[in-house]
């Protein structure tokens, strides 16, 4: 069964650096999103991405936050300047279409030093 | 502006029980709910989902019932079993765009 894949499963960087989230979504999915978890919280959103702009993002994704897709595979998310507060499990996810279920990654564990 | 929340943040039941978690959701122009899992260490699976045009809907072992008069949504676990221990998100998806989720409750199936 094809499946969402991120790199790495765990990064570990300092205050300030910045960090860049890898995600790799279903082939022939065409909306992708970002979505955040604060260890014990709830999936929050972060951004959706939809013919290679962002369509929507919640007010936790601000400037220090980038979304791209370089090529045909990968969508990235970058912080550029990282916080102590960004540390959470990030996970992509992708959909075929906008109005249907989520296929979420196994997420990459950020810790902010 | 929208929420989702669920009834309870904790459910215990023994194995082979039936399960029934609770959901509410506030934004009445959402057209479309889905349920997920997720277990320790791993990201949101998708369970079941309805479609506002539905108030039913069922799966292997679980039913989705969708009351869009009050609002209020509910996964049914038929015959728990310890491999449904996780915890339990419903989420509404007004639009495309994103899905909003709720805060989860735990499902802890005791042997």
């Known amino acids: 069964e094809p499946e969402v894949t991120q790199t790495p499963s765990h990064q570990v960087t300092q205050m300030g650096q910045e960090v860049i989230l890898r995600c790799v979504p279903i082939?022939?999915?065409?909306?992708f999103y970002w979505y955040r978890q604060i260890l014990g919280q709830k999936v929050e959103f972060l951004v959706s991405?939809?013919?290679?702009?962002?369509?929507?993002k919640s007010e936790i994704f601000d400037d220090q936050f980038s979304v791209e897709r370089p090529d045909g595979s990968n969508f990235t998310l970058k912080i550029r300047s990282t916080k102590l507060e960004d540390s959470a499990m990030y996970f992509c996810?992708?959909?075929?279409?906008?109005?249907?279920?989520?296929?979420f990654g196994s997420g990459t564990q950020l810790s902010v030093l | 502006g929208e929420s989702v929340g669920l009834h309870l943040p904790t459910l215990s039941v023994q194995e082979g029980d039936n399960s029934i978690i609770n959901c509410a959701y506030s934004?009445?122009?959402?057209?479309?709910f889905i349920w997920y899992k997720q277990e320790s260490g791993k990201g949101p699976q998708f369970i079941i989902d309805?479609?506002?045009?539905?108030d039913k809907r069922q799966g292997q072992r679980v039913t989705v019932l969708l009351n869009k008069t009050v609002k209020h949504l509910s996964l049914q676990i038929a015959a728990t079993q310890p491999g449904d221990s996780a915890v339990y998100f419903c989420a509404e998806n007004p639009r495309a765009g994103k899905s909003t989720f709720g805060d989860g409750t735990t499902l802890t199936v005791k042997p």
């Open positions: 996810a992708s959909a075929r279409q906008g109005n249907e279920k989520l296929f």
């Open positions: 082939s022939n999915h065409l909306y």
């Open positions: 991405f939809y013919n290679n702009e962002i369509s929507e």
């Open positions: 934004n009445s122009a959402s057209d479309y």
């Open positions: 309805i479609r506002s045009n539905m």
